[in-house]
């Protein structure tokens, strides 16, 4: 396992600027590579700012959206088109204004899907994901390329909470309930479906997160700061603000943007 590569960005709106600009390079990339792309966004103020900044990006022709795989991380388990539904944020604020091909963007189910069941919610996109993968992914996951995630000041990411039971999860998607933050019913993907993406970028804003990424970064357990378990195959990036930054372990080598 490669060590943590640590960018710092002096704000948020510069921290989203440039991950969203790392996005479409990284989705370029792979489609030049291999023709098709395969990412998974996350929701929260951050993410959807960065969608945001992809979507008004000029730079953003440089991806074939129709060659695009879009996958969730996690999803409030509420009815299809509800405004707290990392889905609906991610349309509103990319998804609607590219040309993604339906059949290529999988959101997770929402309450009408699945008779309001969260575990055959969880277990029905499990099955989407292992109907996308190929024999060479050996993984019940498709390649995801880049897999981005928030980290929230308790060190929890997706919908991965400290000390939760999901936290020690062998398959790929669960559902969570009395998740500490509401909603309290989730779906998630778990630890170990995290670590099939070939990269794992964990963006985080705010100095009320500066303890949870020292901790994560410091060696600490997963089950007390689940963001500690989050890592890629190949690469795993931590791109931070200033003020998610003013904690960082010493030593830590990191990266400053100019």
Same mark, same amino acid.
């Given at each position: 396992?490669?060590?943590?590569?640590? !960018?710092?960005?002096? @704000?948020?709106?510069?921290?989203?600027?440039?991950?969203?600009?790392?996005?479409?390079?990284?989705?370029?990339?792979?489609?030049?590579?291999?023709?098709n792309a395969s990412i998974v966004?996350?929701? #929260?103020?951050?993410?959807?700012?960065?969608?945001?900044?992809?979507?008004?990006?000029?730079a953003r022709s440089a991806v074939?959206?129709?060659?695009?795989?879009?996958?969730?991380? =996690?999803?409030?388990?509420?009815?299809?088109?509800?405004?707290?539904?990392?889905?609906?944020? $991610?349309?509103?604020?990319?998804?609607?204004?590219?040309?993604?091909?339906?059949?290529?963007?999988?959101?997770?189910?929402?309450?009408?899907?699945?008779?309001?069941?969260?575990?055959?919610?969880?277990? &029905?996109?499990? $099955?989407?994901?292992? $109907?996308?993968?190929?024999?060479?992914?050996?993984?019940?996951?498709?390649?995801?390329?880049?897999?981005?995630?928030?980290?929230?000041?308790?060190?929890?990411?997706? &919908?991965?909470?400290? =000390?939760?039971?999901?936290?020690?999860?062998?398959?790929?998607?669960?559902?969570?309930?009395?998740?500490?933050?509401?909603?309290?019913? %989730?779906?998630?993907?778990?630890?170990?479906?995290?670590?099939?993406?070939?990269? !794992?970028?964990?963006?985080?804003?705010? @100095?009320?997160?500066? $303890?949870?990424?020292?901790?994560?970064? &410091?060696?600490? #357990?997963?089950?007390?700061?689940?963001?500690?378990?989050?890592?890629? %195959?190949?690469?795993?990036?931590?791109?931070?603000?200033?003020?998610?930054?003013?904690?960082?372990?010493?030593?830590?080598?990191?990266i400053a943007s100019p």
């Amino acid at each position: 396992m490669t060590p943590p590569v640590v !960018v710092v960005h002096r @704000d948020p709106d510069e921290l989203a600027g440039a991950v969203a600009a790392r996005l479409i390079t990284r989705i370029a990339d792979v489609q030049s590579a291999r023709g098709n792309a395969s990412i998974v966004v996350t929701g #929260g103020g951050l993410g959807g700012a960065t969608l945001a900044a992809v979507a008004a990006s000029p730079a953003r022709s440089a991806v074939d959206w129709k060659h695009l795989d879009v996958w969730w991380g =996690d999803e409030r388990f509420l009815p299809r088109g509800h405004p707290e539904r990392n889905e609906t944020q $991610a349309r509103a604020a990319l998804l609607d204004a590219v040309p993604v091909v339906s059949h290529r963007v999988h959101p997770m189910p929402a309450t009408e899907d699945t008779g309001d069941d969260p575990d055959a919610a969880a277990e &029905s996109y499990a $099955a989407v994901l292992a $109907a996308a993968t190929r024999p060479e992914n050996h993984a019940r996951v498709p390649e995801f390329d880049v897999l981005m995630l928030g980290v929230g000041p308790d060190g929890h990411v997706a &919908s991965l909470f400290p =000390d939760h039971p999901a936290l020690y999860e062998t398959r790929q998607v669960v559902a969570v309930r009395g998740a500490p933050k509401p909603p309290p019913i %989730r779906i998630s993907l778990t630890l170990p479906a995290i670590r099939t993406a070939t990269e !794992v970028w964990l963006v985080v804003a705010g @100095d009320d997160k500066a $303890a949870a990424v020292r901790m994560a970064l &410091s060696g600490a #357990g997963e089950v007390q700061v689940p963001a500690a378990g989050a890592r890629g %195959r190949q690469r795993t990036l931590w791109l931070l603000d200033r003020a998610a930054a003013s904690a960082l372990p010493p030593g830590l080598e990191r990266i400053a943007s100019p």
